[in-house]
């Protein structure tokens, strides 16, 4: 009788570890899924335009100049990470295709830069000044006095 307890006890835990396990992990992902394998099928000079949209779908982002139209597609997939890391969100997967059409529409070009690639890139340091953005004397002094104008109310 305790013997049978025990085993219904057990049992009960076992199914509740089951339960509690995964066979699949969770994943985010955003972008266009399987970018690599739909590239994989673009054949350059001999791809068009319509053809890439019908495959991969509408571009992420368009550059447009007079002799050649570039396409960027995007492929980013976050899964949950190990115990030592108390499940904080960790980048699997970070493709980014770069198509290169002509002006006729025919892909003369595909690349594709995988997480370890775009890790790889250096970028300029420099910044931007953006002088129409920035405020004039006249344009400071009054929103001062507009905020303490109204910080009384």
């Known amino acids: 009788m305790i013997f049978n307890h025990k085993l ?4 009960l835990i ?3 570890f089951l339960i509690s396990c995964q066979l699949k992990k ?7 899924l399987f970018l690599e394998n739909r590239l994989n099928t673009l054949k350059v000079n001999t791809t068009n335009t319509n053809d ?6 509408l571009p992420h982002a368009k550059s447009i100049d007079n002799n050649k139209d570039t396409w960027i597609y995007i492929e980013r997939i976050m899964g949950k990470g190990k115990y030592h890391q ?3 969100p960790v980048l699997l997967k970070n493709n980014v295709a770069v198509l290169e059409f002509d002006k006729y529409g025919i ?7 995988s997480k370890e690639d775009i890790n ?4 300029s340091e420099k910044k931007t000044e953006n002088v129409m953005t920035q405020k004039s004397f006249v344009d400071k002094f009054l929103s001062s006095v507009k905020s303490k ?5």
């Open 86 to 88: 108390l499940g904080k």
């Open 8 to 11: 219904k006890f057990l049992f």
């Open 107 to 113: 892909l003369k070009n595909k690349k594709l830069y």
């Open 26 to 32: 969770s994943t985010n992902s955003h972008g266009i």
């Open 52 to 57: 890439t949209i019908k495959i991969i779908g």
């Open 14 to 16: 076992f199914f509740t």
């Open 120 to 123: 790889k890139m250096k970028f």
């Open 149 to 153: 104008m109204y910080s009384n109310k």
